[in-house]
């Protein structure tokens, strides 16, 4: 990798040291997934059957899979396969079912009751990436959480031919509605509905650039209501490592992300020049042994080592980058922690490499990219529901804070609101007046019937 020193670089120069992929910004992107998606509203299954030809080199029958599909397909996976989602379901269970909130129901002031109420999201679609690299953790990553939540409608597609093993963690994780589909047609599918693919509320998964720009082109089309988990596109790590880092790990490290796709980015960041060169050796090392060297190779073309004074400055750059994944390879990994403030998911020390969380330590995979863990946080069991306010009021409580909300509406030049108020509080003058007066006529009666 290409290793640059941050403080020899101007502003410019560091600013455009840590732009991703040239592969993410391609100018026709927008326009092909564009078109894709018209051909799926106007074409329905049609163009679905149409697509997975075209660039999955698939043709079938059904885009969905029947119980017999499901059955035959579960039958093929190994028993260590087997062995292995029970070990990882279990962990992303524990940890999801742990996230459960109740609900807030409190009185703010006397007569005025508020509350915070969540209800799962009714339909839901789960994008699993299939091609070069099937994603069967992804599965377990969407399909247990939006179970936990209680989300009644549970879909999910996959580009052609789905692998075993992902139709199998489907049916262990309780999803029965799986699709042959993917890319950006999957995308637009569960947007806007097809013959046979339901319309969701609610589109999850990560993807490579297609999907990810299809996520983003559906969630603001006026022609659906559908919305997204997050950008989670091409992937991505940064590594923070000091002199003490073992070379040999950080380059596996590196590798593990970069083998991911062409589009993918991994960055290292350490104030050690030693470092550096030892790790560019291992790199070349280990990508000798890899089956996915060459996808690796054109990832490292978009990658580099940024040489820094310290590790305050490493975590400085962090923040600025704002990784999918960050690693911390370091001597004193918590206190470098200190320090951060935007990335996806964390990983710290020499024995938690970025693949424990990818599968079955527990944590959620799917993570915010191209800087946006800046903003948008990892997925997590509270995507899956939506929140809502309740407030109830007792005319004590109305009385309480009336002059309150009617001066403030009327500073904002909202009359109708302060109105909303005002006939309330006269009603309940009129109220007081009306029992106050029956009160005086009831003592005047009694007093006439003691003088008779």
């Known amino acids: 990798m290409q290793i640059l020193n941050w403080q020899t670089l101007d502003s410019q120069v560091q600013t455009k040291a840590l732009e991703r992929s040239p592969l993410i910004g391609d100018n026709g992107l927008e326009q092909s997934v564009a078109d894709i998606i018209n051909a799926v509203v106007t074409g329905g299954d049609k163009a679905l059957f149409e697509f997975n030809q075209k660039f999955d080199g698939v043709s079938i029958d059904n885009l969905r899979l029947s119980n017999t599909d499901i ?13 292995a989602i029970a070990q990882a379901k279990a962990n992303i269970e524990t940890f999801h079912n742990a996230q459960v909130q109740p609900s807030i129901d409190l009185e703010t002031q006397a007569g005025i009751r508020c509350e915070l109420r969540s209800e799962p999201i009714e339909r839901v ?24 939540a209680g989300c009644n409608k549970r879909v999910l597609v996959s580009p052609p031919p789905i692998n075993d093993a992902i139709i199998y963690a489907a049916k262990e994780c309780g999803i029965e509605e799986i699709y042959q589909v ?14 046979s693919v339901p319309q969701v509320d609610k ?35 940064l590594i923070i490592a000091d ?12 590798l593990s992300q970069a083998e991911h ?22 790199l070349q090392q280990q990508l000798a042994q890899l089956p996915r060297a060459d996808i690796a190779r054109k990832a490292l073309t978009s990658s580099r080592t940024i040489i820094v004074n310290d590790m305050a400055m490493a975590a400085a750059v962090s923040n600025q980058y704002g990784p ?31 693949s424990v969380g990818d599968y079955a330590s527990g944590t959620n995979h799917v993570l915010p990219t191209y800087g946006y863990s800046k903003t948008v ?43 909303a108020i005002a006939v309330r509080i006269a009603s309940l003058d009129a109220n007081v007046d009306n029992e106050e007066f029956a009160s005086k006529g009831a003592d005047k009666a009694n007093s006439i019937k003691e003088a008779l």
């Not at 297609?210 to 082109?217: G, L, N």
């Not at 990892?378 to 009021?393: C, N, Y």
């Open 71 to 83: 059955e035959q397909s579960c039958a093929k996976v190994s028993s260590e396969v087997k062995q």
């Open 243 to 254: 002199a003490e880092a073992n070379p040999e790990f950080v380059a596996a490290d590196l």
């Open 324 to 354: 999918e994944h960050l690693i911390i390879q370091t001597e004193q990994p918590r206190q470098v922690l200190a320090n951060i403030r935007a990335a996806g998911s964390v990983f710290l020390g020499p024995y938690t490499p970025e």
């Open 125 to 148: 679609g789960l994008y699993i990436p299939g091609g070069t690299a099937p994603l069967i953790s992804t599965v377990l990553m969407l399909a247990l959480p939006a179970n936990i």
């Open 182 to 195: 993917g890319g950006a047609q999957a995308i637009a599918a569960l947007a806007f509905g097809t013959e």
């Open 261 to 282: 796709g062409a589009d993918s980015q991994v960055m290292l960041v350490t104030d050690s020049n030693l470092l550096a060169e030892k790790v560019n050796q291992a």
């Open 203 to 237: 589109i999850f998964g990560p993807g490579n650039r297609f999907v990810t720009e299809a996520k983003r082109a559906v969630s603001q089309d006026n022609r659906c209501t559908v919305s997204i988990d997050m950008p989670a596109g091409p992937s991505e790590v």
């Open 377 to 419: 946080s990892s997925l997590s069991l509270a995507d899956f529901s939506r929140r809502f306010t309740v407030q109830e009021l007792t005319a004590q409580g109305l009385e309480t804070i009336a002059d309150s909300v009617m001066i403030l509406a009327a500073a904002e030049q909202l009359d109708a609101h302060k109105n």
